[in-house]
């Protein structure tokens, strides 16, 4: 007689009777019992803020949006960045913390020195 501890209630169960209905898992109506893919359709259709043009699918759209030299972004592999090689001591900690204790306050940042804002980028 073999026994599995339920994951719906505190109890046992045997396995070689049938699972109690009250500890099934509840399915999400959301699926199918259907064996089938997801599908994410293509088909859609809407007006095109760049030109007026009315767009009947997604692929369409990018063209459209590659033709007026802009991007779409958000659908690019990110690459992951390089781990940081420099690690802060607590020495180092200690020394700042008593600066800031002394009143040491850094520089204001010029504007000059901020990155220039990219316009004409359609998100």
Not at 5 to 24: F, I, N, T
Not at 39 to 49: G, H, L, T, V
Request: net charge negative; hydrophobic share 35%; with cysteine.
């Amino acid at each position: 007689m073999a026994e599995r501890k339920c994951r719906m209630c505190p109890g046992w169960h045997r396995l070689d009777e049938p699972w109690p209905l009250a500890c099934l898992p509840v399915r999400s109506s959301a699926r199918s019992d259907l064996p089938m893919p997801m599908i994410i359709s293509d088909n859609c259709e809407f007006q095109s803020m760049l030109d007026g043009e009315i767009v009947t699918s997604k692929r369409a759209y990018e063209r459209n949006v590659r033709r007026a030299g802009y991007h779409i972004l958000g659908d690019e592999r990110i690459e992951p960045k390089a781990p940081i090689d420099t690690f802060v001591t607590e020495d180092q900690v200690a020394e700042a913390y008593a600066k800031l204790e002394q009143g040491y306050r850094p520089a204001p940042a010029a504007e000059s020195s901020l990155p220039p804002v990219e316009s004409g980028v359609i998100l």
